[in-house]
């Protein structure tokens, strides 16, 4: 073992709620004056890499966290300057009325990796230490289940788990308090909620993919903080997504689409798409004469806030997208991860301050008391009303916004991996070949999301039974792991004696957690690679 180091809180995950509960726990301890030594861990090569989002962010928390956040020089330049809300059919698009929640008047088109960096750049000017490039494997626990602090990957072995002459063990961190923000489906957080039923009373949550590419575009196309969405086409009437296009400074366009992983049909693929929806006269038009500059995906969270756990327990608190508080019809959720990880930061320095731990359930109480309770509460039941299709889906959050979310029921969810019906019911899609102009295929995209993974290491792909790819996911669903993977990560090969089995590419793993989350007899456990490793976004 290597050596252990000691903090006050250790917190996991560099995004925009580990970075703001390690800024605010350090504004306090100036306003209170008491000192907490503060440690932030990211799995990434450096702050931002493995940070993708849309992205429109309301800045409500960012006012409440840095107010002069303009004079420091917080990189929100593109203010946005009008919606608009689409309606596609193949050839055709529709503008509607765009509703209330997603009018987006007072908020910014950003790059939320490039706002990270910043945020980085916040919290270790209050003192705050923060390593990238350091993974976590393992949550560490003393002999009365208490978290008691975490340990990082080690690095340097081979794909056989031996030690190389490269070899680094794992490094244990330990805290009087554990933050847990690693994310959408954090490997660690699994755990947690099976160790401490965290979400016994709650719903299951469900989830989307998003997979977005940034385009450069000609000027003339340009229109600086303009906002789009659609619905519609390419999807059918029974699958829950849509797309966005962003106007970012610089000639830049944010293009991406979203599909609820609670999607039927095992022949259906999200990266293609995403890539077929680029070819509607309506966005085509926006890209021709453009190039392409970046590309990835990643999961995103879509229960609300029947779907959020219980978020504290012996020793750590999980916050932002590890529990999920994104609001849906709003399409956003940086705004709401950071006021968690503010709450989560007022109640671990109250208790850490005067020598006791943080009370189990304060920090679930103080959440239930704030606006992230008034913001999502209301809209709890529009994303599962889209479980019976896009017009009744839309009926319903008609009402339900009309209501302010008052009726007394509580809609529920259904988990995502249960949700594929056999290959023998569904019609095969076929996809359009990418023509390398406006659509591309798999490899040209995961080059560009700068991926990279040492080959010579444990699979950070683990099957729990090797046979169930071919015994189950192919007799049945005509193996979806090649298709709802948009990192080309999943192909079903022929051996030398003919037999079919499944190969894992996984140094093309961009980390956007789809495999975890879909696969149907949930068989594939996603765990962290060397740290590092994966995609390294620019300015996603």
Same mark, same amino acid.
């Given at each position: 073992?290597?050596?252990?180091?000691?903090?006050?809180?250790?917190?996991?995950?560099?995004?925009?709620?580990?970075?703001?509960?390690?800024?605010?726990?350090?504004?306090?301890?100036?306003?209170?004056?008491?000192?907490?030594?503060?440690?932030?861990?990211?799995?990434? +090569? %450096?702050?931002?890499?493995?940070? *993708? $989002?849309?992205?429109?962010? !309301?800045?409500?928390? =960012? &006012?409440?966290?840095?107010?002069?956040?303009?004079?420091?020089?917080?990189?929100?330049?593109?203010?946005?300057?009008?919606?608009?809300?689409?309606?596609?059919?193949?050839?055709?698009?529709?503008?509607?009325?765009?509703?209330?929640?997603?009018?987006?008047?007072?908020?910014?088109?950003?790059?939320?990796?490039?706002?990270?960096?910043?945020?980085?750049?916040?919290?270790?000017?209050?003192?705050?230490?923060?390593?990238?490039?350091?993974?976590?494997?393992?949550?560490?626990?003393?002999?009365?289940?208490?978290?008691?602090?975490?340990?990082?990957?080690?690095?340097?072995?081979?794909?056989?788990?031996?030690?190389?002459?490269?070899?680094?063990?794992?490094?244990?961190?330990?805290?009087?308090?554990?933050?847990? +923000? %690693?994310?959408?489906?954090?490997? *660690? $957080?699994?755990?947690?909620? !099976?160790?401490?039923? =965290? &979400?016994?009373?709650?719903?299951?949550?469900?989830?989307?993919?998003?997979?977005?590419?940034?385009?450069?575009?000609?000027?003339?196309?340009?229109?600086?903080?303009?906002?789009?969405?659609?619905?519609?086409?390419?999807?059918?009437?029974?699958?829950?997504?849509?797309?966005?296009?962003?106007?970012?400074?610089?000639?830049?366009?944010?293009?991406?689409?979203?599909?609820?992983?609670?999607?039927?049909?095992?022949?259906?693929?999200?990266?293609?798409?995403?890539?077929?929806?680029?070819?509607?006269?309506?966005?085509?038009?926006?890209?021709?004469?453009?190039?392409?500059?970046?590309?990835?995906?990643?999961?995103?969270?879509?229960?609300?806030?029947?779907?959020?756990?219980?978020?504290?327990?012996?020793?750590?608190?999980?916050?932002?997208?590890?529990?999920?508080?994104?609001?849906?019809?709003?399409?956003?959720?940086?705004?709401?991860?950071?006021?968690?990880?503010?709450?989560?930061?007022?109640?671990?320095?109250?208790?850490?301050?005067?020598?006791?731990?943080?009370?189990?359930?304060?920090?679930?109480?103080?959440?239930?008391?704030?606006?992230?309770?008034?913001?999502?509460?209301?809209?709890?039941?529009?994303?599962?009303?889209?479980?019976?299709?896009?017009?009744?889906?839309?009926?319903?959050?008609?009402?339900?916004?009309?209501?302010?979310?008052?009726?007394?029921?509580?809609?529920?969810?259904?988990?995502?991996?249960?949700?594929?019906?056999?290959?023998?019911?569904?019609?095969?899609?076929?996809?359009?070949?990418?023509?390398?102009?406006?659509?591309?295929?798999?490899?040209?995209?995961?080059?560009?999301?700068?991926?990279?993974?040492?080959?010579?290491?444990?699979?950070?792909?683990?099957?729990?039974?090797?046979?169930?790819?071919?015994?189950?996911?192919?007799?049945?669903?005509?193996?979806?792991?090649?298709?709802?993977?948009?990192?080309?990560?999943?192909?079903?090969?022929?051996?030398?004696?003919?037999?079919?089995?499944?190969?894992?590419?996984?140094?093309?793993?961009?980390?956007?957690?789809?495999?975890?989350?879909?696969?149907?007899?949930?068989?594939?456990?996603?765990?962290?690679?060397?740290?590092?490793?994966?995609?390294?976004?620019?300015?996603?």
């Amino acid at each position: 073992m290597g050596d252990a180091l000691n903090f006050d809180v250790v917190i996991v995950g560099a995004g925009p709620a580990g970075l703001s509960a390690a800024i605010r726990l350090k504004q306090l301890c100036a306003e209170k004056s008491h000192e907490l030594s503060i440690c932030v861990l990211e799995k990434g +090569a %450096e702050v931002g890499a493995h940070i *993708l $989002s849309g992205a429109v962010l !309301e800045p409500r928390a =960012l &006012n409440e966290l840095i107010p002069e956040w303009k004079e420091k020089g917080a990189p929100l330049e593109t203010l946005v300057q009008q919606d608009k809300f689409l309606f596609l059919t193949e050839k055709k698009s529709f503008r509607l009325p765009t509703p209330p929640p997603m009018k987006n008047h007072g908020n910014y088109i950003i790059s939320l990796g490039n706002f990270c960096r910043w945020l980085a750049g916040q919290a270790e000017a209050l003192g705050v230490e923060i390593y990238p490039g350091f993974s976590v494997g393992k949550t560490l626990y003393n002999d009365r289940g208490k978290v008691i602090g975490v340990e990082t990957t080690p690095r340097g072995l081979d794909v056989e788990g031996r030690q190389k002459d490269s070899y680094e063990p794992g490094v244990q961190i330990l805290a009087r308090h554990v933050v847990f +923000a %690693e994310g959408c489906r954090g490997s *660690l $957080s699994k755990e947690l909620f !099976e160790r401490f039923h =965290l &979400n016994r009373e709650c719903q299951p949550q469900t989830y989307g993919l998003g997979i977005k590419e940034l385009w450069e575009i000609k000027p003339e196309k340009h229109q600086q903080g303009l906002v789009v969405h659609t619905l519609g086409w390419p999807l059918d009437s029974q699958t829950y997504g849509g797309s966005f296009i962003y106007h970012l400074e610089n000639q830049q366009l944010a293009i991406g689409f979203v599909i609820g992983l609670d999607y039927e049909n095992p022949y259906l693929s999200p990266y293609d798409e995403f890539q077929r929806f680029k070819h509607h006269p309506a966005v085509k038009s926006l890209l021709e004469g453009g190039r392409r500059i970046s590309y990835g995906a990643r999961a995103l969270n879509e229960g609300g806030w029947q779907s959020i756990p219980r978020l504290s327990f012996r020793g750590g608190s999980l916050v932002g997208c590890a529990a999920g508080f994104l609001n849906v019809p709003k399409i956003k959720g940086t705004h709401t991860a950071m006021k968690s990880g503010m709450i989560a930061a007022e109640v671990i320095f109250d208790a850490l301050s005067q020598g006791v731990e943080p009370e189990e359930g304060i920090l679930d109480q103080a959440i239930r008391k704030s606006w992230i309770a008034e913001e999502l509460k209301p809209v709890r039941n529009i994303r599962p009303g889209f479980q019976k299709g896009l017009w009744a889906g839309l009926v319903n959050a008609v009402f339900e916004t009309i209501s302010r979310g008052k009726f007394p029921w509580t809609l529920k969810h259904r988990e995502d991996h249960h949700s594929l019906k056999k290959a023998k019911k569904c019609i095969p899609i076929s996809y359009p070949k990418p023509d390398g102009v406006i659509s591309f295929d798999k490899m040209s995209s995961v080059y560009l999301s700068n991926t990279n993974h040492a080959e010579d290491q444990p699979c950070h792909l683990q099957l729990k039974d090797s046979e169930i790819p071919i015994s189950y996911n192919l007799a049945n669903y005509a193996a979806p792991e090649q298709r709802y993977c948009p990192a080309g990560v999943y192909e079903i090969v022929q051996g030398a004696s003919r037999e079919q089995k499944l190969h894992i590419n996984a140094q093309n793993c961009v980390h956007c957690k789809a495999c975890d989350i879909k696969d149907p007899l949930q068989n594939i456990n996603w765990v962290p690679p060397e740290g590092g490793d994966g995609p390294r976004y620019p300015n996603m």
